[in-house]
C-alpha cells in the first residue's frame, strides 16, 4: 500500500517527490511556514470589517465575519471590549507576528536551498572522482562540464521557483480556508472559475517545458564546441579557420537565442493576461451573486479581500511555477546526468594497497572496448622494479595495454595480477597512488612549479625535502633555479610557456614526489626533439631499477635497455625478449630498428 502511494505520488508530482528525495522533511517546513505566515495575514485582515464598522459607528458584527465572528466574540467575552483602539492593536499584534513568521520562512528556504545546491554539487563531484574510466573515454565533455557549471545555476533558479511556487500554493489554501470561512457559497464559485482559467495556461506550460528541454540541449553542445575551440585553438589560429568555427558557435548562440525568446513570450502572455481573466471571474460572479441572488454587499466584502490577496498569491504562483517550468529542463537533465555518473561507478575492491612486492601480470587477458578485442590471450610477467616496453605499430594496443595495468580498463577475459592477487580485490585508489602516469602530453596545473610538484602540498620541510630530491632526479634543478620567482613562479595557461621537455620534467618530478611504485610512461618523450628526447632518457634511465617502469614507446632508441620488451601486433603479442634478443631473432623488429635508424 505505501509502495502504491509512492509510486502514484512519484507519477503525479515528479518534481515534489524529486525534491523531496533530496531534502525529506525540510520541504514540508518550507510550506509550514508559509502557512503560519498566511494564517497571521488572515486573521490580520479579517479585522478590517469590524475596524470599518466601528470607525462608522456601527455595532461591530460577527455575523458578516461569517465563522470568523469568533474574533468579536473573543474580544467582547473576555471583557477587552470592541472599539477602534483595541481592534487597531489586535491587527497589529496579528501583522508583526505575520512579519516574524515571514523572516523565518524567508530565512529558511535560503538555509533549504544552499543546503540543496550543496548536495547536488557534491553528488556530481563525488560522481565524477569516481566515475569509470571506460565510460568516461565515451561521454560528452561539453555535457560534463555544462552541467556542472551553467547548469547547476539553472537548477538553483529552478529550486527557488518551485518553493516559491509551493509556499504560494500554501498562501492560497490559507486565504482560501479564511475566505470559505467568512463566506462559503461565494468562495465555491470563484475557487471553481479560477480552476478553469487554468486550463488556458496548462498550453503555456507545456510550451515553456519543452522550450527548457530543448534549451539545455543546446546549451550542453554550445559548452562542448567552446571546450574544442579552446584545446585546439593553436591549430584553429595557425590554419585561419577560427572564424569558421566561430560561425558554428554563432549558430548554437542562434539557437539558443531562439528558444529564449519563445519562453519570454509566453512568459509575457501569461503575466498580461493572468489578472484580466481573474478580475473577470470575480466580476461574473459578484453581478450573478448580487443581481440575481439579491445578496448583501458586506456579506462578501471580506471574502474578497482575501480573494484580493489569494489572487496576488496566485500571481506569484503562477509566475514561479512558469519559471520553475523554464528551468524544469535542467532540472531533468541534472537527475538524469547524477543517475548515470552513479550507475557508471568504478567497481572497487577492499583490498589496501600497500605497495609492490612481487610482480603485475596480465593472464589470459583479452580486452575489447565494445566491439572487436585490441588485445587478445596476453601473457607477461612484470617483476618488481623491471622495466617493460611495449613496442609494435600504432593502433598495436600498447597504450590500452597500459591502461589496464593501471586499472582503468578491466579485462573482457582473463585478468591482471597484482602481487597474485586480482587488481579488481583491491580498493582501486591505494593501487593508482602508487602509480605515476607520464604521458605525451603532460598535465600541467595552472599554477607555480612546487604546487604542479606536489599537487599542493603543504611547503613543511618533509615536503620541501621530497621536492627538492623529485627535481634533481628529473634533472628540473637548473630549469628551477634560472627562474626569477625559482618554483614559487607561475606556469601559465596550462603550461603554454614551457617547452615540451620542461613540462615533460615537471610531470616526471610531479610522480617522483608522489613516492610511486609503478611509473607507466606513455610515448612520454615521443613529442620531443631528438636532444630533449636525450635528456629526458637520461632522466628515466637513473629511475631504472627502483621503479617498476611500463613504457610505450615509440621510438626504440629509448628502451634499448629494458629488461623486457614485448612486442605487439594486432593485438597480440608476437616476441618478447630484451632488446638484443628480439633484434637478432625477430626479423619485424629489426626491420622496425633499421628503418628508424634512416
Ligand atoms: P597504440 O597505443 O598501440 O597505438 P591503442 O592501445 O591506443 O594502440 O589502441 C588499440 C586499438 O584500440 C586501436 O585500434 C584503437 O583504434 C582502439 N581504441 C583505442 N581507444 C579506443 C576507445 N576509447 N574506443 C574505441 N576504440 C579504441
Same mark, same amino acid.
Given at each position: ?67 470568523? &465572528? ?53 553528488? #556530481? ?69 479560477? &480552476? ?49 568555427? #566561430? ?8 539557437? =539558443? ?102 610482480? =603485475? ?33 600504432? #593502433? ?67 615536503? =620541501? ?84 617502469? =611500463? ?36 626479423? #619485424? ?10
Amino acid at each position: 500500500m505505501k509502495n502504491i502511494l509512492k509510486t502514484g505520488i512519484r507519477k503525479k508530482l515528479p518534481y515534489f517527490s524529486y525534491f523531496y528525495h533530496h531534502l525529506k522533511y525540510r520541504l514540508f517546513f518550507v510550506v509550514a511556514f508559509s502557512l503560519v505566515v498566511g494564517v497571521f495575514d488572515g486573521f490580520g485582515l479579517a479585522m478590517f470589517l469590524p475596524l470599518l464598522e466601528t470607525v462608522s459607528n456601527e455595532e461591530a458584527s460577527a455575523e458578516n465575519l461569517g465563522n470568523l &465572528g469568533f474574533l468579536i466574540d473573543y474580544l467582547e467575552s473576555s471583557g477587552i471590549g470592541v472599539s477602534v483602539i483595541t481592534i487597531l492593536v489586535v491587527m497589529l499584534i496579528f501583522f508583526i507576528l505575520k512579519g516574524i513568521a515571514r523572516f523565518f520562512e524567508t530565512l529558511y528556504r535560503v538555509t533549504v536551498q544552499q543546503y540543496f545546491m550543496q548536495h547536488i554539487r557534491y553528488m #556530481g563531484i563525488d560522481g565524477l572522482t569516481s566515475y569509470d574510466y571506460t565510460t568516461f573515454v565515451t561521454s560528452d565533455a561539453g555535457r560534463i562540464q555544462n552541467t556542472l557549471t551553467g547548469e547547476t545555476g539553472r537548477v538553483n533558479t529552478a529550486f527557488y521557483s518551485f518553493a516559491a511556487t509551493i509556499q504560494s500554493g500554501a498562501l492560497i489554501l490559507i486565504y482560501g480556508f479564511f475566505a470559505f470561512n467568512a463566506n462559503p457559497e461565494f468562495t465555491l464559485f470563484v475557487g471553481i472559475g479560477g &480552476g478553469l482559467t487554468n486550463v488556458i495556461f496548462k498550453v503555456i506550460y507545456n510550451r515553456t517545458k519543452k522550450l527548457s528541454r530543448s534549451y539545455t540541449k543546446e546549451a550542453n553542445a554550445f559548452e562542448g564546441i567552446i571546450i574544442q575551440m579552446v584545446l585546439f585553438f593553436k591549430y584553429l589560429k595557425a590554419t585561419g579557420q577560427s572564424r569558421l568555427y #566561430g560561425d558554428k558557435l554563432k549558430r548554437s548562440v542562434d539557437r =539558443i537565442k531562439k528558444d529564449l525568446i519563445k519562453v519570454g513570450f509566453y512568459n509575457a502572455i501569461l503575466k498580461a493576461s493572468r489578472e484580466p481573466l481573474i478580475v473577470t471571474v470575480v466580476v461574473i460572479i459578484i453581478i450573478v451573486q448580487v443581481e440575481y441572488f439579491g445578496q448583501e454587499m458586506s456579506g462578501i466584502i471580506l471574502s474578497l479581500l482575501f480573494f484580493y490577496r489569494a489572487l496576488g498569491s496566485l500571481v506569484v504562483l503562477q509566475t514561479n511555477w512558469n519559471h520553475f517550468l523554464e528551468t524544469s529542463g535542467s532540472l531533468e537533465n541534472m537527475s538524469d546526468f547524477l543517475k548515470g555518473l552513479k550507475k557508471n561507478k568504478e567497481a572497487d575492491g577492499e583490498e589496501i594497497f600497500a605497495g609492490l612486492e612481487e610482480e =603485475i601480470e596480465m593472464v589470459n587477458l583479452s580486452f575489447g572496448y565494445g566491439g572487436d578485442p585490441v588485445l587478445r590471450d596476453i601473457n607477461l610477467k612484470i617483476g618488481k622494479n623491471k622495466t617493460v616496453a611495449f613496442v609494435g605499430e600504432s #593502433g598495436s594496443g600498447k597504450t590500452t595495454a597500459a591502461n589496464l595495468i593501471a586499472g582503468l580498463f578491466k579485462p573482457t577475459e582473463g585478468d591482471v595480477l597484482i602481487n597474485g592477487k586480482s587488481i579488481t580485490d583491491y580498493n582501486i585508489e591505494t593501487y593508482r597512488k602508487r602509480i605515476g602516469y607520464i604521458t605525451q602530453d603532460a598535465a600541467i596545473f595552472t599554477d607555480t612549479v612546487f604546487n604542479n610538484v606536489t599537487l599542493w602540498a603543504e611547503p613543511n620541510e618533509e615536503n =620541501i625535502g621530497r621536492f627538492e630530491r623529485a627535481i634533481k632526479s628529473a634533472s628540473l634543478e637548473n630549469f628551477i633555479n634560472s627562474l626569477e620567482l625559482k618554483e614559487q613562479t607561475e606556469i601559465g595557461n596550462n603550461g603554454i610557456n614551457l617547452s615540451g621537455g620542461q613540462k615533460q620534467r615537471i610531470s616526471i618530478a610531479r610522480e617522483l614526489f608522489k613516492e610511486v611504485d609503478i611509473l607507466i610512461l606513455d610515448e612520454a618523450t615521443s613529442a620531443l626533439d631528438s636532444a630533449t628526447e636525450i635528456e629526458i632518457k637520461e632522466s628515466i634511465e637513473s629511475l631504472k631499477g627502483n621503479y617498476t617502469i =611500463i613504457m610505450v614507446a615509440h621510438r626504440l632508441s629509448t628502451i634499448r635497455t629494458s629488461d623486457i620488451v614485448v612486442l605487439l601486433d594486432n593485438g597480440q603479442i608476437v616476441a618478447k625478449g630484451t632488446y638484443d634478443e628480439l633484434l637478432a631473432n625477430n626479423s #619485424g623488429f629489426s626491420k622496425m630498428v633499421s628503418l628508424q635508424k634512416l
